[in-house]
């Protein structure tokens, strides 16, 4: 019997610390879920921050979709609602009020925005957001102010007295298309190695020239996230080169890339799925 009592407390004595172990890596491996479900919430909960506006004619240029108007109502109409506003062209802007096009001028000083001056085609429409009501609310626009939330942008335009009659959200990925050069992979210059690549959001088509290889794929889009585009399906010549490890390194950003956000009018950065910076591309143009 005594033998016994021996046995029994020498084996909890081994299985003690064994057991304590396996508790503390389990208490870790919760409390490194917390953490990450934490952070998750986080993502989720990103706040929208202000933007400064440092120069309009980059900052504000281009296409805005039109997703509210006043006291938070959505838009719902046929034609895609958006405005362009077009510095080169003398502060014009022109769109679709949801039913026909709209062309007109805007006066910009500071946070001061006017519209005036429209006129539309004739075209008659039944949409759930009446024409009538997106031309009075830009009617009413005095002011503005610009926010961001994860890769979107957000205007606000307000009336006189600061209220909010209209919101309008930067069009996803036009800023996409076109031909870029490569200037930096995961933050190394590489921008004398003259790697261009020509991007088509339209056709979800993308081509290259690293210098070394002619690279090829195509590109998918989740249109429920704000600027989210991946390359997939990407394969190129078999050439090999001093340059090819850089090439290499070219692809394999490009496949961890899933969203991109603008820096300015000529620069676009590609992003992982952790939101670190993969690719720096700036605009060119091919001749």
Request: charged residues 25%; proline residues 1%.
């Amino acid at each position: 019997m005594r033998r016994y009592i021996v046995l029994t407390l020498l084996i909890a004595v081994l299985l003690a610390p064994a057991s304590m172990d396996a508790r503390k890596k389990k208490e870790k491996k919760m409390n490194k879920r917390s953490v990450e479900v934490e952070n998750v919430i986080a993502d989720v909960e990103q706040p929208m921050r202000n933007v400064t506006i440092t120069n309009p004619v980059q900052q504000l240029y281009g296409e805005w979709d039109i997703i509210e108007l006043r006291n938070n109502k959505k838009v719902y109409t046929i034609e895609r609602a958006y405005l362009y506003l077009d510095f080169a062209g003398g502060n014009k802007v022109y769109g679709n009020n949801g039913c026909n096009t709209i062309n007109g001028t805007f006066q910009l000083s500071g946070e001061n925005l006017k519209f005036s001056d429209f006129i539309s085609t004739e075209n008659s429409c039944h949409n759930v957001t009446s024409e009538k009501t997106i031309m009075h609310a830009l009617a009413d626009v005095r002011r503005f102010n610009v926010q961001s939330q994860y890769n979107a942008q957000y205007m606000n335009l307000m009336n006189s007295k600061g209220n909010i009659v209209m919101v309008l959200k930067r069009h996803n990925l036009d800023a996409m298309n076109g031909a870029w050069l490569v200037k930096e992979i995961d933050s190394e210059n590489v921008s004398e190695l003259n790697m261009r690549l020509v991007i088509d959001a339209v056709m979800q088509t993308i081509h290259g020239d690293t210098g070394c290889n002619i690279i090829n794929g195509i590109i998918s889009l989740d249109p429920t996230k704000d600027m989210a585009i991946q390359f997939e399906d990407l394969h190129s010549d078999d050439h090999d080169c001093e340059t090819i490890d850089y090439e290499t390194a070219l692809l394999l950003a490009l496949e961890n890339t899933v969203s991109c956000k603008r820096i300015n009018q000529q620069e676009m950065a590609l992003l992982d799925n952790k939101g670190t910076i993969v690719i720096m591309l700036q605009r060119i143009t091919l001749r």
